[in-house]
């Protein structure tokens, strides 16, 4: 339980840096409107996003084409949408409703009024993100009174999620989604309690329907419990299936619409994995030449050289509007270059694969989007202070590890294929929660030694 200092400190320093986050959120985006390709900005998923996202609010449910089409492609007949999971364009079509600022498709020069909305709604979001590195502090340190407001300053200027609030890009509600499932799986380990696990399962449920790449952290970290708890195997089983249930009572009705919508089996999003990975076999960041610019390497024969560079200039068409049987084509081409290449040369593909994997981490390792990210230094600071905090205090690692067990999965997972600094962004709140663990565990130490060579000097007497 907090003692009545710390509660006056925190009442005191948390609003004031909830809107000094805010405000800092907020400025880019009105001093600097985005302008490019009428609001939409650089990035090409944004488009699919918000089709899906009109489409939503003008009920036709969830596919592609017509009037959401209108935005930038012309009348085109509506189909169901396959190529993105439903997460993010259902908060999109929210932040549409609850303002009252649906884009107007026959002009598309008021587009960026709409879409701005919804860059404030994620400024909103990632200042109450905020709130929850706080409160993941809070069950890490229980008893400490600067730690969570440390972390919480820290967040307030992490330059990493402050980028993406500017732009129509799930980023921001993946790290929000993201921390909400830290902070209730931490409370569920500490308290050994099965409905917090079936909470955190809902919540990765939810993140997966955003950005369906942490599927496989699901049985990842049912093992993880199943390990934590293995001296009382009875309940271990419980949290491990209840962690499940959860995640899958979430994914389960998305996937029996797929399979309705389509007659196949599509777990969340048939996007092209195939391309991910043959050019993640290829691409090993310092090669960078551009999007969709195959780098000065040799092919390994003629018929790749022949078929790859017009088959990865069309996929991006092919995905929008093509059927998924040819997206599954698509898919299995790319698949058998892959292996292929990976046969001829692995150790090149190893090689490469190892390269580009600071892109991860290290924001701004290859310039590869329009805008500058925030340097690279920045991360390094958090990872070295959430190194401390995971040495500090031993009794505490259980509760860090699922910060830890994410870090290792996005690196791993991530290895094989194309890699863009935003996919690191959602884990970022929490190791910003553990860094501010880490800043102060640090402070401590200082003062401690500092008291002790101040000891030292006056011969033991008190100075």
């Not at 405000?23 to 409107?33: E, I, Q, T």
């Not at 990035?43 to 084409?65: H, Q, R």
């Not at 500017?166 to 902070?183: C, G, P, S, V, W």
């Not at 920045?378 to 500090?392: G, P, Q, R, S």
Request: aromatic content about 12%; some cysteine; charged content about 15%.
């Amino acid at each position: 339980m907090a003692d009545r200092k710390s509660i006056l400190v925190w009442s005191i320093f948390l609003p004031a840096i909830c809107a000094a986050a805010l405000a800092v959120r907020l400025h880019p985006v009105l001093a600097h409107p985005e302008s490019e390709r009428y609001g939409f900005g650089p990035f090409g998923d944004t488009f699919i996003y918000c089709e899906l996202a009109v489409n939503l609010c003008a009920g036709k449910g969830f596919v592609v084409g017509g009037e959401g089409a209108a935005l930038t492609r012309g009348p085109l007949p509506y189909r169901p949408a396959f190529e993105r999971g439903p997460g993010y364009p259902l908060f999109i079509s929210a932040v549409f409703r609850l303002t009252g600022s649906l884009p107007d498709t026959r002009s598309l020069r008021t587009v960026h009024l709409a879409l701005d909305r919804v860059r404030f709604a994620q400024c909103i979001l990632d200042t109450l993100c905020l709130v929850l590195v706080f409160c993941v502090v809070r069950v890490l340190r229980p008893g400490a009174r600067w730690a969570p407001v440390c972390a919480a300053a820290l967040y307030a200027v992490s330059w990493y999620t402050i980028f993406y609030t500017r732009a129509i890009l799930a980023e921001t509600l993946a790290a929000f989604l993201l921390t909400l499932f830290l902070l209730i799986a931490m409370r569920g380990i500490r308290d050994g309690l099965a409905r917090r696990l079936v909470q955190a399962g809902m919540v990765i449920g939810f993140l997966n329907l955003c950005r369906p790449g942490y599927v496989v952290f699901l049985p990842c970290f049912a093992l993880f419990l199943l390990l934590a708890f293995r001296s009382v195997p009875r309940k271990a089983c419980g949290l491990a299936l209840a962690f499940l249930a959860g995640a899958l009572g979430v994914i389960t009705p998305w996937t029996v619409r797929n399979y309705m919508a389509f007659g196949k089996p599509v777990l969340i999003a048939a996007g092209v994995p195939g391309v991910m990975l043959y050019w993640g076999m290829i691409d090993s960041g310092s090669n960078w030449r551009g999007w969709g610019a195959f780098p000065d390497v040799a092919f390994v024969d003629d018929e790749e050289k022949r078929i790859a560079p017009p088959l990865f200039a069309a996929h991006p068409w092919i995905l929008r509007d093509g059927s998924l049987d040819d997206v599954d084509r698509v898919h299995r081409e790319f698949l058998r270059l892959a292996w292929k290449r990976f046969r001829a040369r692995p150790g090149e593909v190893m090689r490469n694969w190892a390269r580009k994997m600071p892109r991860l981490w290290f924001q701004n390792y290859v310039p590869i989007y329009r805008d500058p990210e925030a340097s690279g230094l920045y991360f390094l600071c958090y990872f070295a202070f959430a190194i401390v905090a995971w040495c500090a205090c031993p009794r505490a690692r259980l509760l860090m590890s699922p910060v830890a067990l994410l870090f290792a999965y996005l690196t791993i997972i991530c290895a094989p294929i194309v890699v863009e600094p935003r996919f690191g962004v959602p884990l970022m709140p929490g190791i910003i929660a553990m860094a501010g663990v880490g800043i102060c565990d640090t402070a401590g130490w200082l003062a401690r030694l500092r008291a002790r060579m101040a000891k030292s000097s006056t011969g033991g007497r008190e100075p």
